[in-house]
């Protein structure tokens, strides 16, 4: 029923959004009136995972529909072959029209992956790139700027007002350009995926938004830099992989509560002008009569800390950078609902495929969850993973495991301590959890060799594609990992 009416999809995303956000989510002050609608309108998903909690390892993941030690993307230094069969290739050879705007994340940076209609704004800080807003910007007299350059970066920590008029900023730029999109549009069935920049950092709204949540009740920030001493070597270098790289050399190894509050307070500002963009968005739907014919999901790459654990942005699984909100409206969905069923990205490309009527491929790991869309009160899954280079993490809905190459892990007990403050990696009192849970995690690594991989660039051949994976099964297998035995 639902599939025969839908005749359109159509994805929004954000970058870096965590999930607890947005009012449905919790945070009641936010102003977000197209979100909220979509919420009101829709099904509202509790419990959905990004694949990787970093940019292009997750979008990857949709793009194809594997998990990142499958598709041999686990960093933001390698990509997915040219000639691999992405979700846009398998709509246009059904003959739907495919378009994408904004970042996409591929590389090259302007490679379609089989998109046909292209609109590039790559990244705030990719200043070199000459993509559609750097024209746009050029056109209007303006330069396309480092955010490093604006006074007060590095003492805010990328916390800064945009020196752009609101109608130039980045998401401006791709909310107009999406409803350009949609004004030529015809007969055909179309997906599209608009994607925006924010509030992925720098946190810079426009001057006219920038003091919106200045005395907001914004929730402080969980634990401390402190805490980093009880976790994985890789934690405690996030911070400096920033001081040193050079599109931030900025050192966030000590924010301060007054930075994380304005930090908070920016970013949370991004998500109003990106929620500003989607009504103009439906009301383009809307004016074209396919708002009645077309599937609108909402959803991030992946989250980021905003100071959580003493730790800016992102690569890590707690649930700040891992959970990401999702909310499917359309017609035939059930609305004012919510789901509990764990949900990750590439379930998404599944799921598209499916309500097309295009055959899933073998190569995609991900789930049809069509039928959460008749019935979102049931639960297909209660188990997630997540996977980084060197690390993975599989998450159920009372425990979360993570396991790293080098030997050290994490364990967190969501029921008791679910702020991860405290880490019950290798605690006698979690060992049949933990032997529980290393055990999945093993069978998910292990289930890659059922698939084919479409790494690329930068990528060793596919006999080492999961080595650093394969370190963490025979880690496991040798029993290098003290306590499980």
């Known amino acids: 029923y639902i599939m025969s009416q839908i005749t359109n999809i159509l994805f929004i995303t954000t970058d870096q959004q965590r999930q607890d956000s947005l009012p449905c989510y919790g945070l009641d002050f936010m102003q977000t009136p197209a979100l909220d609608r979509l919420a009101h309108e829709g099904i509202v998903f509790d419990t959905c995972v990004s694949p990787s909690p970093v940019c292009q390892p997750a979008r990857a993941s949709f793009t194809i529909g594997q998990y990142p030690h499958v598709h041999g993307v686990p960093d933001n230094f390698r990509w997915i072959r040219p000639d691999s069969p992405t979700i846009a290739r398998l709509f246009n050879q059904a003959g739907w029209h495919t378009a994408a705007i904004g970042k996409m994340h591929y590389h ?108 907001a009740p914004i929730p402080e920030a969980v634990g401390s830099v402190d805490e980093l001493a009880d976790k994985p070597p890789y934690q405690r270098n996030i911070s400096s992989f920033y001081k040193k790289n050079l599109l931030y050399l900025t050192d966030y190894s000590h924010m301060t509560a007054e930075q994380i509050r304005r930090m908070r307070a920016y970013y949370l500002a991004t998500v109003t002008l990106v929620d500003k963009q989607i009504a ?106 997540s996977e980084l280079l060197g690390s993975a993490m599989v998450r159920t809905p009372t425990h979360k495991l993570v396991l790293c190459d080098d030997g050290t892990g994490e364990l967190y007990d969501l029921q008791e301590r679910p702020l991860e403050v405290h880490n019950h990696f290798n605690d006698p009192r979690y060992r049949e959890i933990q032997d529980e849970l290393t055990s999945k995690l093993l069978q998910h690594l292990l289930a890659h060799s059922r698939y084919r991989s479409f790494g690329g660039g930068r990528h060793p051949s596919d006999a080492q594609r999961t080595q650093a994976f394969q370190a963490i099964q025979e880690k496991i297998q040798n029993h290098a990992y003290p306590g499980l035995r």
């Open 108 to 215: 090259p940076w302007d490679n379609p992956e089989g998109f046909q209609y292209r609109v590039i704004a790559e990244d705030k800080r990719h200043i070199f790139r000459p993509d559609h807003w750097t024209h746009y910007l050029e056109q209007h007299g303006y330069s396309r700027d480092h955010p490093a350059m604006i006074p007060g970066y590095a003492d805010h920590l990328g916390a800064v007002v945009s020196p752009l008029p609101e109608a130039l900023h980045i998401d401006s730029f791709l909310g107009d350009e999406a409803v350009r999109w949609i004004e030529t549009l015809g007969e055909q069935p179309f997906f599209g995926w608009i994607s925006f920049n924010s509030p992925h950092d720098p946190y810079d709204p426009p001057e006219s938004l920038a003091d919106l949540y200045q005395d």
């Open 280 to 385: 103009k968005i439906l009301h383009a739907l809307e004016a074209k009569h396919l708002l009645d014919s077309t599937l609108i999901v909402f959803s991030s790459d992946h989250g980021d800390h905003l100071g959580d654990h003493g730790l800016p942005f992102k690569s890590t699984y707690y649930e700040s950078a891992l959970m990401v909100p999702l909310i499917m409206r359309g017609p035939g969905l059930p609305a004012g609902t919510r789901c509990a069923s764990a949900i990750n990205w590439i379930d998404l490309h599944a799921t598209f495929l499916a309500l097309a009527g295009i055959e899933i491929p073998d190569h995609v790991q991900g789930a049809d969850m069509r039928e959460l869309l008749h019935s979102p009160e049931k639960s297909l899954n209660t188990e997630a993973y």
